[in-house]
């Protein structure tokens, strides 16, 4: 287990609709990224949190945004829900500036299904 | 754009070796991680290239080449439980993007 906490773990939405996913990052990590991950495809990189501010960020609509708290949790916002955005969303969390690839630890993943 | 190539699919023998490969196409480049992930499960870190040459870690080890723009996993006394899939990633210049390739499904059989 590595400490990475994702909540819900499943959820199901309608079209249209926002939603908010949640991840605790690991203790003493300072950056969080999202990923978006369809069935069989490998995760797509949404954005990276560093210290509370936006530092990289995917190729993903403005509807897709964040936010990093103090304690370096982090929310994920997805606003308009489309039906191509059911998916498994990971967090992972690492230390560093976000330069150096330190290894990351990822959560269990919310699975968003949009009806 | 940002590529990285890797075989959809490998399948090999409890006890042998497989070599993933992974060749990538990217704007600026700081480092090649390879991550397992099973089914239902979170990716999990297995190891990081940030200069050339080999890094060992146990059964597995991972290869980098920058002037090829290659790298590779190597997984030896392959187990049935090793069957899952493995996705290279690159930590690419500007912006601090990660990005993932498709990933390689392996199959270990009896």
């Known amino acids: 287990e590595t400490g990475v906490t994702q909540s819900p773990t499943h959820l199901i939405k309608t079209r249209g609709q926002q939603v908010t996913l949640r991840c605790s990052s690991q203790s003493g990590h300072n950056t969080v990224s999202w990923y978006q991950q369809a069935l069989g495809q490998g995760p797509q990189f949404i954005f990276q949190?560093?210290?509370?501010?936006?530092?990289g960020r995917g190729n993903f609509p403005p509807r897709f945004s964040g936010l990093q708290f103090p304690n370096y949790s982090s929310e994920l916002n997805v606003n308009a829900l489309e039906l191509d955005d059911s998916a498994l969303y990971l967090c992972a969390s690492s230390s560093g500036t976000g330069t150096v690839l330190t290894e990351a630890f990822f959560g269990q993943g919310t699975r968003l299904t949009v009806v | 754009g940002q590529s990285l190539e890797q075989p959809s699919e490998v399948t090999a023998v409890e006890g042998a070796i497989v070599q993933i490969n992974c060749t990538y196409q990217?704007?600026?480049?700081?480092?090649l991680s390879w991550y397992q992930q099973h089914d239902g499960g979170a990716p999990t870190f297995l190891s990081y290239?940030?200069?050339?040459g080999l890094e060992e870690t146990g059964r597995f080890s991972s290869f980098l080449s920058r002037s090829d723009s290659y790298g590779y996993l190597l997984l030896q006394e392959l187990q049935m439980k090793d069957s899952a899939s493995y996705f290279c990633a690159v930590r690419i210049t500007g912006g601090f993007k990660t990005i993932f390739g498709a990933g390689t499904r392996l199959f270990v059989k009896a």
């Open positions: 990217t704007s600026g480049f700081y480092g």
């Open positions: 949190y560093y210290r509370e501010e936006e530092n």
């Open positions: 290239n940030g200069l050339d």
